[in-house]
């Protein structure tokens, strides 16, 4: 979506947004935005804090090796 039918089209635009679209927003054909739900804001930031710490990547490296056990806890 170019930025001036951005403009024209917004509500559209927050519409499809909150049905789990991804908009991305052109300027002269190039990519310099995107529109993107809170929600998926939220889990972006969340991720990205979880691999920013070096034992939960070691916790999820050893999960994907095959090294984790997990047990009941009753």
């Given at each position: 979506?170019?930025?001036?039918?951005?403009?024209?089209?917004?509500?559209?635009i927050i519409r499809a947004v909150?049905q789990g679209q991804v908009v991305?927003?052109?300027?002269?054909?190039?990519?310099?935005?995107?529109?993107?739900?809170?929600?998926r804001m939220e889990a972006i930031?969340?991720?990205?804090?979880?691999?920013?710490?070096?034992?939960?990547?070691?916790?999820?490296?050893?999960?994907?090796?095959?090294?984790?056990?997990?047990?009941?806890?009753?």
């Amino acid at each position: 979506v170019s930025v001036s039918e951005g403009r024209r089209r917004f509500p559209a635009i927050i519409r499809a947004v909150e049905q789990g679209q991804v908009v991305t927003i052109t300027r002269r054909s190039r990519p310099v935005a995107c529109v993107i739900s809170r929600g998926r804001m939220e889990a972006i930031l969340e991720t990205l804090e979880i691999l920013r710490n070096p034992d939960a990547r070691k916790a999820i490296e050893d999960h994907k090796a095959g090294k984790t056990d997990f047990r009941s806890i009753r």
